[in-house]
């Protein structure tokens, strides 16, 4: 069942001094209910542009984005996102920060407080509950922030290059976890990331997204069993397939913008 | 290394190494010693008042040669007796006033006055400030009316507040109101609109409504510019109620300032200031440890 909805969704960004910039252009697809969707994209091409659009930060300057069939007007816990920043309240603790969506949803308390519990120990961060998120280091925040997000249980989960700031084995704990507990609890995930190994490991389908304007370039379908081999030749193959396919893109896209950027400077 | 803080004081086949224990892992409270071993103890209490007190030595420089200027200057100018007591003599004067039962009236007069005033600024100010930077609306219908009052000078409302209130605690306390009043509505206008945008989705994508999202994000943010801004106004608080109380008052400092000047009582005109001085000092550090036990997570 089609679940989020995205149609022919096209955005355009003003800039402080005022200029128009087309961030998303005609971005057209659908996520299934329970599907890990993913999306990858060269940096800047719209990525976290459209997944403030889903979350319902900002409205689409043309098109429309749904879930279960109704227009996404404002943003709510039934979608909740993992903020490539992490946007983290500093003036809580640890534990007040994966607790807050907890409270709004007026989750009983002792069920708050293990949830809290349960979340904190997932994301490794026992003996931290109480220290101020000032206090940690990047790829902790990061963790807080996954933990502060999947506490709430959402149909929906946005998460914005997630695992950016961890190590290659903390990296892959956690996408092991977040496989389980997306097997366990369905849930449509959308992910964005810069790896394509990752999207490959953990997705349905992964959108690839061309930058200047932002739009879908191609969708792939992942059909290879879980949990998946990083060495298995048909993985191989399709990382290295998306891998040229997006070289290129970011060449050619470097090569289109010197005559201009050489303009702009003879200018002066 | 003997004296190197211990893991497991009670193994003496594994002293001092952390790498000594092997294949078990220390234990979190282990750690914690350990963690606690390693940070220097805090020096002894009399160390610590002997290093702020010596903090204040260029104050000490500054009495000290005054005094002396004064004691010595007067044998060239004897003037100078009248023009620029010494400390000694505002010391003597302070005893003097105290004597007579005064001098605390002055005090807690003017204390009293600052305070009410600051803390109706703060109670009305603050909410004001933060409405204004929460909602642009009201922003843009309140704020050409505040920016048409706020370059008027307190002085110059002296005499209106006069006509109105006549002359008493309330003319004074209004005065002082409205020094103190614009600094706080900026300043909470300034915490409150520069909340982070993604502190605020934060908040709205975990489910908080308009009201809780105000309380858990909004009011903390602005929090630091809220003292900020009570802070200022406390300080130039004390800027209008010496202007209010030198024109109309039966009390306080700034009247017993005024007063010693048609007495020629140059040695109680300083002793006002230096009170003035030394109060508001104390009012900004109470501030600032009232602002740390507020704001835990904000370190300076
Ligand atoms: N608030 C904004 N105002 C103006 N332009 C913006 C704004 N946000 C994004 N943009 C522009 O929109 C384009 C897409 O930005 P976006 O943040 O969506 O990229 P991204 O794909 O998430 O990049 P990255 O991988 O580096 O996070 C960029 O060119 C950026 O300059
Ligand atoms: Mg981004």
């Known amino acids: ?50 997944l403030n659009l889903l979350a319902g930060f900002e409205q689409p300057t043309r098109g429309e984005l749904k879930v279960g069939g109704k227009v996404i007007t404002e943003p709510g816990w039934e979608r909740a996102v993992v903020f490539q920043e992490y946007a983290l309240f500093p003036w809580y603790t640890v534990a007040q920060n994966v607790r807050y969506g907890l409270q709004r949803k007026r989750v009983p308390e002792p069920e708050q407080r293990r949830l809290v519990d349960h979340y904190i120990g997932l994301v490794g961060l026992r003996g931290f509950e109480s220290r101020y998120p000032r206090e940690l280091s990047g790829g902790m925040r990061q963790r807080v922030s996954i933990a502060r997000a999947l506490a709430v249980n959402p149909s929906i989960l946005l998460m914005d290059e997630p695992f950016a700031s961890l190590d290659v084995q903390t990296r892959e704990y956690m996408q092991d976890e977040l496989l389980k507990i997306w097997q366990r609890e369905p849930k449509t995930v959308i992910f964005i990331t810069h790896s394509i190994d990752e999207a490959i490991k953990l997705s349905d389908r992964i959108a690839i997204l061309a930058p200047r304007p932002g739009r879908v370039e191609e969708i792939k379908t992942v059909d290879f069993p879980r949990p998946r081999d990083p060495t298995d030749p048909a993985v191989v193959h399709l990382a290295a397939e998306v891998k040229l396919w997006l070289r290129r893109k970011v060449f050619e896209n470097r090569r289109s913008e010197e005559p201009a950027a050489g303009r702009q400077e003879a200018a002066h | 290394m003997p004296s190197s803080p211990s893991l497991d004081g009670e193994d003496a086949r594994s002293p001092g190494a952390l790498t000594a224990n092997r294949g078990m892992p220390p234990t979190q ?10 940070v220097p103890p805090p020096p002894p209490a009399w160390k610590r008042a002997l290093s702020r007190i010596s903090r204040l030595w260029l104050l000490a420089v500054f009495v000290i040669a005054w ?13 100078l007796d009248v023009m620029m007591p010494p400390p000694t003599a505002v010391i003597s004067a302070a005893a003097d006033l105290i004597a007579r039962g005064v001098l605390l009236t002055h005090i807690l007069d003017s204390l009293k006055r600052v305070l009410l005033a600051v803390g109706a600024a703060a109670v009305l100010g603050v909410p004001l400030g933060l409405a204004m930077g929460w909602s642009k609306r009201f922003r843009a219908a309140v704020d050409p009316l505040l920016e048409f009052i706020r370059p008027i000078p307190p002085l110059a409302w002296i005499p209106l507040s006069i006509l109105w209130f ?53 009011l903390p943010a602005a929090l630091p510019h809220i003292f900020t801004g009570i802070r200022i106004g406390l300080g130039i608080g004390w800027m209008a109620l010496v202007a209010g109380e030198l024109v109309a008052a039966p009390s306080g400092l700034g009247y017993m300032i005024n007063n010693a000047r048609t007495l020629f009582r140059s040695d109680y005109i300083l002793l006002g200031m230096v009170l003035i001085g030394a109060l508001g000092l104390v009012l ?8 740390r036990f507020a704001m835990p997570w904000h370190r300076q």
């Open chain 2, 29 to 38: 409270e282990a750690l914690a010693r350990l963690a606690a071993s390693m």
């Open chain 2, 166 to 218: 006549g002359i008493g605690d309330v003319q004074i306390v209004y005065i002082i109101f409205l020094a103190a009043f614009f600094p706080v509505v900026l300043n909470s206008l300034a915490g409150a609109r520069d909340v982070d945008t993604y502190l605020v989705r934060a908040g709205l994508s975990l489910g908080a409504r308009p009201r809780e999202l105000f309380l858990t994000v909004v």
């Open chain 2, 67 to 79: 005094q002396l200027i004064s004691m010595y200057g007067q044998r060239v100018n004897p003037q």
């Open chain 1, 1 to 50: 069942m089609i679940q989020v909805d995205v149609a022919n969704v096209s955005k355009v960004h003003v800039s402080m001094k005022g200029e128009p910039l087309l961030a998303l252009l005609d971005v057209d697809f659908r996520v299934e209910e329970n599907e890990f969707f993913s999306i990858v994209g060269p940096s800047g091409c719209g990525k976290t542009t459209l």
């Open chain 2, 284 to 291: 900004d550090y109470l501030m600032r440890q009232a602002a």
